[in-house]
C-alpha cells in the first residue's frame, strides 16, 4: 500500500468514527458477532496457515489460537454493555450538591501491529477489545507469517468496511509508515528492541501506548514440587510453539536436591509428547524462519547439553534442548531464547534463587512449582513480574479475567476481557453540578470564606 493509500485509509476511519456509529452498544456486539462467525468460518484456512507458517498441529493452533478468540468475543459479548456504562464515583462535601461520573469512551482510530508467533490470537484478542470500546480499527500483522497474514487479511476484508476496520499487510517498512500517522492509541506486541522504536515514534506525536513484549521468564521448581506433575508442565510450556511463545519459560531454576530426578523427569515427558526423535514428529513445532533458527543454534555452545540438541536445517527444526554449566553472562542467559532450549540452574536457599533472578530485568512471566504455601508468597512477593502461574505454566494467559501484560522492559498496559476494553477506552471524568442553590464562600472576597474552606478541606 502505497503513502498516500494509508493516508487515506486512516482519514475515511477517522472521518466514520466521527459519525459516532461505533460507539452505540448494539453496534458493538453486531460487529463482535460478525467476527465471531468470521473466524468460525475461516478456521479451516487459518489451520492450514498456522500449519505452513510454524507447522502447529491443528489441537495446538486450536487450543492457542482460534479458541482463545472465541473465547475472548464471549466474554465481550456478555459484559461490554455493563463496561460501556458510565460509573457512579463517590463525590466529596466540598462539592455538596454535585454527583460524579466516570464516562468510558473509544480513543478513536487505533493500530494494532501483530507478531509472527501466535498471529491469530495476538492479532485478534486485541480487535476484540479494540471492537468493544468502540473505536476504528488498522491492523498490521506480521510479515514472517505470511500464509497467516493473507488469512486474516481475507477474513477482514470479507467481515469489515474499511472504514470500520482494515487490514494492511506488507514488510516491517510498512509498520514504519504507519507509526508516522495520527493515530489515536497503538498496541503493539512484539520484541522489547522493535517496541523502543514504537514508543519513540508515538512518543513524537504524544500517541498513548500499550507495548505486549517479553523477556527472560523463569520458571522455579522447588524441593517440594510434584516433581513429575511439574515435568509435564514446564514441557508443556516451554515446547509449545517449538518454545516461540513470549511467556514460555525461559530458563529452570531447580533447587539442588531434586534437579537429577526433574532433569530425568522431564526427559521421559519429552519423548512421550513428542517421541524419542521429536524432530520426526509431524506434530512438533517449527523455527519461523533461517535467521531464528541459526540464532538458536548458536546458544547451543553456551553450556553443556545435558539432553536433545539435534537439529534438521531442511525443516529448521531442533530438538527439545536442556543445557547445563551455563555461565550467567552468556547470550543464551542474557537474551531472550524464543525456541525449544532450556537452560538448567540449580540453587540451595532463597536468597541465591533471588539474586539469580535479579540479573534479569523485570520478565513477562514468572512459574513457581511448589506445595509450600509461604514459598509461593515469598517469590510473588519479591520478584516483580507481569503474571504467571503458581504449579503450573501458560495458562495464565487462557482466561479472559486476568490482565494479561508486562512490567517495565517486558511491556506497558494490559488486556483481556475487561482489561482489555480498558486498554482501548479513554475514562473521562464528569462532575455536575445543580443550578438550585450555591455556595457564595468559594469566590474571590467571601465573608468567612477562607475559614470555612480550611475547616472543609483539612
Known amino acids: 500500500m502505497e503513502s498516500h493509500e494509508i493516508d487515506a485509509v486512516i482519514e475515511r476511519q477517522k472521518q466514520y468514527f466521527r459519525t459516532g456509529e461505533t460507539r452505540s452498544v448494539p453496534f458493538r456486539r453486531e460487529q463482535l ?21 510454524l507447522n502447529k498441529s491443528e489441537q495446538e493452533a486450536y487450543t492457542t489460537e482460534i479458541g482463545i478468540v ?13 463496561w460501556s456504562k458510565p460509573e457512579r464515583a463517590r463525590t466529596p462535601m466540598t ?28 492479532m485478534l484478542v486485541p480487535v476484540v477489545s479494540a471492537i468493544a470500546a468502540g473505536n476504528t480499527i488498522v491492523m498490521k500483522p506480521s510479515e514472517m507469517a505470511p500464509a497467516t497474514s493473507r488469512a486474516l487479511a481475507a477474513l477482514v476484508r470479507e467481515t469489515f468496511r474499511p472504514e470500520y476496520a482494515t487490514l494492511i499487510e506488507g514488510e516491517a517498512s510498512v509498520s514504519t509508515e504507519l507509526l508516522k ?15 523502543r522504536i514504537v514508543m519513540e515514534a508515538a512518543a513524537k506525536q504524544l500517541i498513548p501506548v500499550t507495548l505486549e513484549l517479553g523477556g527472560k ?62 524432530i520426526r514428529d509431524p506434530d512438533y513445532g517449527r523455527i519461523v524462519n533461517e535467521r531464528h533458527y541459526r540464532r538458536l543454534l ?16 531442511a525443516s529448521l527444526k531442533i530438538a527439545p534442548t536442556l543445557l547445563e554449566d551455563v555461565p550467567p553472562n552468556s547470550k543464551v542467559m542474557c537474551e531472550e531464547i524464543f525456541g525449544p532450549i532450556l537452560p538448567i540452574l540449580e540453587y540451595e536457599s532463597t536468597e541465591e534463587l533471588l539474586s539469580i533472578m535479579r540479573q534479569n530485568p523485570k520478565p513477562l512471566a514468572l512459574y513457581v ?20 502461574c503458581v504449579n503450573d505454566t501458560l495458562m ?48 474571590p472576597k467571601a465573608k468567612n470564606g477562607l475559614s470555612i474552606i480550611r475547616k472543609l478541606l483539612r
Not at 472465541?70 to 455493563?82: K, Q
Not at 514460555?248 to 526427559?267: F, G, T
Not at 548458536?298 to 536445517?313: F, H, P, T, V
Not at 517486558?410 to 443550578?435: A, D, N
Open 70 to 82: 472465541l473465547s475472548e468475543i464471549r466474554t465481550a459479548l456478555r459484559h461490554v454493555r455493563r
Open 217 to 278: 521468564s523463569p520458571c522455579i521448581v522447588h524441593k517440594d514440587a510434584r516433581l513429575s506433575l511439574a515435568a509435564k508442565r514446564v514441557v508443556y510450556g516451554k515446547l509449545t510453539n517449538a518454545g516461540q511463545t513470549c511467556v514460555a519459560p525461559d530458563y529452570l531454576l531447580v533447587h539442588r536436591e531434586v534437579k537429577a530426578v526433574l532433569l530425568k523427569e522431564i526427559a521421559s515427558v519429552v519423548e512421550t509428547f513428542y517421541g524419542q526423535d521429536p
Open 369 to 388: 512449582f511448589s506445595e509450600n504455601k509461604q514459598f509461593q508468597q515469598d517469590i510473588i512477593r519479591e520478584v516483580p513480574f507481569g503474571g504467571g
Open 95 to 122: 462539592h455538596f450538591g454535585a454527583s460524579s461520573l466516570i464516562v468510558p469512551e473509544p480513543y478513536g482510530t487505533t493500530l494494532i501491529i501483530g507478531p509472527w508467533n501466535y498471529p491469530v490470537n495476538l
Open 181 to 195: 500517522r495520527p493515530f489515536d492509541h497503538i498496541f503493539f506486541t512484539g520484541s522489547p528492541q522493535v517496541g
Open 396 to 443: 495464565h494467559l487462557g482466561t479472559p479475567y486476568l490482565p494479561f501484560g508486562g512490567v517495565g522492559t517486558s511491556g506497558i498496559g494490559s488486556y483481556h476481557g475487561e482489561h482489555g476494553f480498558r486498554t482501548f477506552s479513554h475514562y473521562k471524568s464528569v462532575l455536575k453540578q445543580t443550578s438550585r442553590f450555591d455556595f457564595p464562600f468559594r469566590y
Open 298 to 313: 548458536g546458544y547451543l555452545s553456551d553450556g553443556r547439553i545435558a539432553y536433545g540438541g539435534q537439529s534438521n536445517d
Open 33 to 53: 458477532i460478525k467476527l465471531r462467525e468470521a473466524v468460525l468460518r475461516f478456521e479451516p484456512q487459518l489451520l492450514a496457515a498456522l500449519k505452513e507458517d
